[in-house]
């Protein structure tokens, strides 16, 4: 099972907004409405940001949006902070009752 | 509060055993699925196995497939993670998790661990 193909970096500059690709297959991210975003800051363990694709779990600001098109899986965060600089991870249910997750992320916040 | 904290971690030669174990608090363990995702130094995450809130049902990654087994104590609120002829490329961070709700099997992992450190070489 391969993992979901994510960019390595992506930055941004404070309010700005970034979007962060996640490709998969049909077998996966194509298949299901079961992508999930997690975000990971240095020696933490990772925090669930979006579920369902673009649904918020309670306490995640509704700058962070979820989104899925065709075999693609987005992560778009809004008005860019210096706390959202992280790794963040992609997940996808897959046809195998298996999960997989992406390569991860890095933001930098200029 | 809902707690995880996993315990089991250490030093094992290429080949060797290891045998993991995550305390469940705050939540009633039995109605929720669980997994165990690791990430090794430097690296990603990577899902190993998951299980029914029952234990009936396992699932596994290929990688580890045959060589680790899940399993569940609902009577402890303890969630294992037996690990047999480990290799080089199972040293990582080991988090246990649990799903949102009690409906759902393998995803989202809302609740993570801190995660226990296994290093496996000679």
């Known amino acids: 099972q391969s993992a979901l193909t994510q960019p390595a970096s992506v930055s941004g500059s404070p309010g700005q907004s970034i979007t962060i690709s996640c490709t998969g297959t049909s077998s996966d991210v194509g298949g299901y409405n079961y992508v999930s975003w997690y975000q990971q800051h240095p020696d933490k363990a990772p925090k669930l940001m979006i579920y369902?694709?673009?649904n918020r779990p309670s306490g995640v600001s509704n700058r962070f949006s979820g989104s899925k098109s065709g075999n693609t899986a987005s992560l778009t965060i809004s008005g860019l902070q210096a706390e959202d600089e992280a790794d963040y991870y992609c997940?996808?249910?897959?046809?195998?009752?298996?999960?997989?997750f992406g390569g991860g992320t890095r933001v930098t916040v200029l | 509060e809902v707690h995880l904290l996993e315990s089991g971690g250490g030093l094992v030669q290429p080949g060797g055993s290891l045998r993991l174990s995550c305390a469940a608090s705050g939540f009633t363990f039995s109605t929720y699925a669980m997994s165990w995702v690791r990430q090794a130094p430097g690296k990603g995450l990577e899902w190993v196995s998951g299980i029914s809130g029952s234990g009936t049902g396992t699932y596994y990654a290929d990688s580890v497939k045959g060589r680790f087994t899940i399993s569940r104590d609902n009577s402890k609120n303890t969630l294992s993670l037996q690990m047999n002829s480990l290799r080089a490329e199972d040293t990582a961070v080991y988090y246990c998790a649990k799903v949102s709700e009690s409906y759902q099997l393998l995803t989202p992992l809302k609740v993570w661990g801190q995660g226990t450190l296994v290093t496996v070489s000679s």
């Open positions: 369902g694709v673009s």
């Open positions: 997940s996808s249910y897959t046809s195998r009752n298996t999960l997989v």
